[in-house]
């Protein structure tokens, strides 16, 4: 039963040379004569030579490089083409909104995605995200301006992605629950022992997923799955207590929703960020994908375990910092961008990373109701801080 959709679909890719960016250009590769989708901007950050090569093969209007120094080497490089490259803040914006852009994935890591992104939404782009950083510090404001603005939201998390379709089995009001899964990363049911002499390639080494540097040491952590639980707080409107995390080493469920007559419905598929990236391109409709099938006969068994929150404290950390609200996300997520900075540049400890953002949400104090200006002033304060200690 093959599909094919006969709607155009253009897209902005901001942080197209990063793990989700280079796999959405997978999927549009994959979804040829099914799908017809351009791609109108490409950003990434200094990998200056795959930028070339994104731009030469998708021709997209404008080309975003992060620095001016990067983005001078583009544009000697993109002479011969009738792309304009553009740089830093002002560039990403200008790749987030150009005129002919019906949607933007948002795959920049970290903090440095929120303006764009907010950008994106007041520009009426409807957004597929996965930079969850963006709905973690600035929540509030960007569900608002996602209401304002009547932009479609597509989550390309997994877990997200998962909720989202388990979401269609029921209405709003009949959802009790939601059960994120989590794989428990590599240093799954090791002890603060075992955790202290740690390195950097035993964090990078995750059991069921290839990602970017700073997400696999936030999945090592468990920071990733605090991060998960504020951005479904956020998408799905729904209280903390209410989101369950439970460690599922397989990566086959990526996540469920219990609904009030105890029904739980869940999405399943082998792990491959290809499916939510597709989804989010293809919504409301499914189009065939070239992703293997879940053979469940040969899937021995799934396990499901309690999340150890006291070995890995960063999960409760970012659970409080939720129910702090206001700036204190912000505060835990840009000590916890500085921390992992510093542990991937061996200046601290695998277990240094918790400390740094426990002492940094015990030193600041949250402001209620920030403005994105106040919000961005934290961030800046916070990493200023911790830079001069590490
Ligand atoms: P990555 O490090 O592989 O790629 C990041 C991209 O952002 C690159 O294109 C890089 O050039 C760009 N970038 C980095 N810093 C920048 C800056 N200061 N200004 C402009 N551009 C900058 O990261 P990733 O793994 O693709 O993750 C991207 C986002 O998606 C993260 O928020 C992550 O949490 C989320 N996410 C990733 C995965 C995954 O499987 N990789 C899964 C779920 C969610
Ligand atoms: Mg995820």
């Not at 997978?26 to 994104?54: H, M, W, Y």
């Not at 950008?119 to 569900?143: P, Q, R, W, Y």
Request: aromatic share 6%; glycine share 6%; charged share 25%.
């Amino acid at each position: 039963m093959k599909g094919t959709d006969n709607q155009i679909l253009n897209v902005s890719i901001l942080g197209s040379t990063g793990s989700i960016g280079t796999q959405a250009l997978e999927v549009i590769d994959d979804l040829k004569g099914i799908k017809d989708i351009r791609v109108t901007a490409l950003t990434g950050n200094s990998n200056v030579k795959l930028l070339e090569e994104q731009v030469r093969k998708y021709k997209p209007q404008t080309a975003a490089a992060a620095d001016e120094k990067s983005a001078a080497e583009l544009r000697l490089r993109l002479a011969d083409t009738d792309t304009k490259v553009v740089s830093g803040e002002d560039g990403l914006i200008e790749a987030a909104s150009a005129d002919k852009t019906d949607m933007v994935l948002s795959a920049i890591v970290g903090f440095a995605g929120l303006v764009p992104t907010m950008h994106s939404i007041k520009c009426g782009k409807d957004i597929a995200l996965a930079n969850k950083e963006t709905l973690v510090t600035a929540g509030s404001l960007f569900m608002n301006a996602v209401a304002e603005n009547n932009v479609r939201l597509l989550p390309v998390d997994s877990e997200h992605c998962a909720i989202f379709q388990s979401m269609l089995g029921g209405k709003r009001a009949e959802v009790s629950k939601i059960l994120l899964t989590a794989s428990g990363g590599p240093f799954f049911g090791r002890s603060r022992g075992e955790l202290k002499s740690v390195t950097k390639a035993d964090a990078l080494k995750h059991p069921n997923w290839t990602m970017g540097a700073k997400i696999t040491i936030d999945s090592a952590t468990l920071m990733n799955k605090g991060l998960e639980v504020l951005e479904a707080r956020w998408l799905f409107d729904v209280d903390i207590e209410d989101i369950e995390v439970i460690v599922h080493r397989e990566s086959i469920i990526h996540s469920m929703v219990e609904f009030c007559d105890r029904s739980i419905i869940a999405q399943m598929s082998l792990p491959s960020m290809k499916h939510p990236i597709q989804y989010a391109f293809t919504y409301p409709n499914r189009l065939p994908s070239p992703d293997k099938p879940v053979s469940f006969s040969d899937l021995a068994e799934m396990t499901f375990y309690k999340p150890d929150e006291e070995t890995f404290r960063c999960l409760a950390l970012a659970k409080k910092a939720g129910k702090t609200g206001g700036t204190m996300p912000a505060i835990m997520n840009a000590a916890n961008e500085a921390a992992v900075a510093a542990f991937l540049s061996d200046k601290i400890g695998f277990l240094d990373i918790a400390d740094i953002v426990e002492n940094t949400m015990n030193t600041f104090e949250a402001k209620q109701n920030p403005t994105i200006e106040e919000i961005i002033e934290t961030d800046r304060e916070v990493r200023t801080q911790i830079c001069q200690h590490c």
